[in-house]
């Protein structure tokens, strides 16, 4: 089992940054690829990032230039630094973990494992 807690959600300008942080406990992160979604009220969860195990990387053309996600595996951390916010970036954050191998790194429907979620809000 893996245990995700986000953290560092708030409330920002547009234009302005944040670095969330997805802290893992249960199970080493080394092994797992990582992502980040997002809900916004009304909407369906939808993919923003994602690291492979190895160190790969993707992201949703909505957040493509102004996103980054990295890994520390030595803290068992994921993060998710977001620049340049907008009020569309208004969403609950989550991140989500698997172990699978050979699957559409994009699709949520592939995370065995989801954190409680983090509340971004971008004001205009």
């Known amino acids: 089992q893996v245990q995700l807690v986000e953290s560092g959600g708030g409330l920002v300008q547009a234009g302005g940054s944040l670095r969330l942080s997805c802290a893992a406990s249960?199970?080493?992160?080394?092994?797992?690829?990582m992502a980040w979604f997002r809900q916004a009220p009304g909407k369906e969860r939808e993919f923003v990032a994602a690291?492979?195990?190895?160190?790969?990387?993707y992201y949703a053309d909505s957040v493509k230039g102004r996103f980054t996600i990295s890994r520390d595996n030595a803290k068992n951390t994921v993060y998710l630094q977001m620049n340049s916010l907008k009020p569309d970036d208004t969403a609950v954050y989550y991140c989500?973990?698997?172990?699978?191998?050979?699957?559409?790194?994009?699709?949520?429907?592939?995370?065995?494992?989801w954190g409680q979620g983090t509340q971004v809000t971008v004001s205009s």
């Open positions: 690291i492979t195990w190895s160190g790969s990387t």
């Open positions: 249960g199970r080493t992160l080394s092994t797992h690829s």
């Open positions: 989500a973990a698997t172990r699978r191998r050979g699957v559409v790194i994009t699709t949520r429907g592939i995370y065995d494992y």
